[in-house]
């Protein structure tokens, strides 16, 4: 069993940054795949970002390809999601997860976060 709690989200004008973080306790961190997803009311969750175990491998939607940078830190058991050049449309409530690969696919994923609330205003 994984816990995952996610923090770092809030209010920023549109052009801005903000960087979450998803604090992992339990089963033992560094083994698991770690990702990001997003929701907004009356929509399907989507994949924003995935990182392997290591953190040598990494994959982004293409909506924040070059504007968020995920990363992981085993010996604190946190990933990371630096957002920049924040857009209106990247407001949502982002979650992340862990799962035993990599993937785009929310079922690929065990264990989720109750999420972190992000809102981008123009």
């Known amino acids: 069993q994984v816990q995952l709690v996610e923090s770092g989200g809030g209010l920023v004008q549109a052009g801005g940054s903000l960087r979450l973080s998803c604090a992992a306790s339990g089963r033992i961190f560094s083994t698991y795949a770690m990702g990001w997803f997003r929701q907004t009311p009356g929509k399907e969750r989507e994949f924003i970002a995935t990182i392997n175990w290591s953190g040598g491998s990494t994959d982004y939607a293409d909506s924040v390809k070059g504007r968020f940078t995920i990363s992981r830190d085993n010996a604190k058991g946190t990933v990371y999601l630096e957002m920049n050049s924040l857009k209106t449309e990247d407001t949502a409530v982002y979650y992340c997860?862990?799962?035993?690969?990599?993937?785009?696919?929310?079922?690929?994923?065990?264990?989720w976060g109750q999420g972190t609330q992000v809102i981008v205003s123009s």
């Open positions: 997860a862990a799962g035993n690969s990599p993937s785009r696919r929310k079922a690929w994923y065990n264990f």
